[in-house]
């Protein structure tokens, strides 16, 4: 059973970065494709960036297309989010998500496993 495990959220200002990550454990990532999602408070579960096995793929959600990266290594089982630019409507909880299928994905219910979550404040 793959195990996911997100970190590097906290709190920064208004215009700042950080860079989300993503470990998993229980099995290889090599032939997953992988997602981040993120939930405002009182919100739906927003789709924000997907990639896919290979690395070769990718997709992001329209509000972060010009800010965030995806990427990934395989090696170390671990996916990373890059977010530069933040502003107070990133503030949610972010999610990383792994799938049984090669191909990169928009579609939460497309993905099989779900990190717990980590929280990104972004603040004036």
């Known amino acids: 059973q793959v195990q996911l495990v997100e970190s590097g959220g906290g709190s920064v200002q208004t215009g700042g970065s950080l860079t989300l990550s993503c470990v998993a454990s229980?099995?290889?990532?090599?032939?997953?494709?992988m997602g981040w999602f993120r939930q405002r408070l009182g919100n739906e579960r927003e789709f924000v960036a997907t990639?896919?096995?290979?690395?070769?793929?990718?997709d992001y959600g329209d509000s972060v297309r010009d800010r965030f990266r995806v990427s990934r290594d395989n090696a170390k089982n671990t996916l990373w989010l890059q977010m530069n630019n933040l502003t107070s409507d990133d503030t949610a909880t972010y999610y990383c998500?792994?799938?049984?299928?090669?191909?990169?994905?928009?579609?939460?219910?497309?993905?099989?496993?779900w990190g717990p979550g980590t929280q990104v404040t972004v603040s004036s």
């Open positions: 229980g099995g290889s990532l090599k032939r997953a494709g």
């Open positions: 998500a792994a799938r049984r299928a090669p191909e990169y994905a928009r579609w939460s219910g497309a993905y099989d496993y």
């Open positions: 990639l896919s096995a290979s690395g070769a793929g990718k």
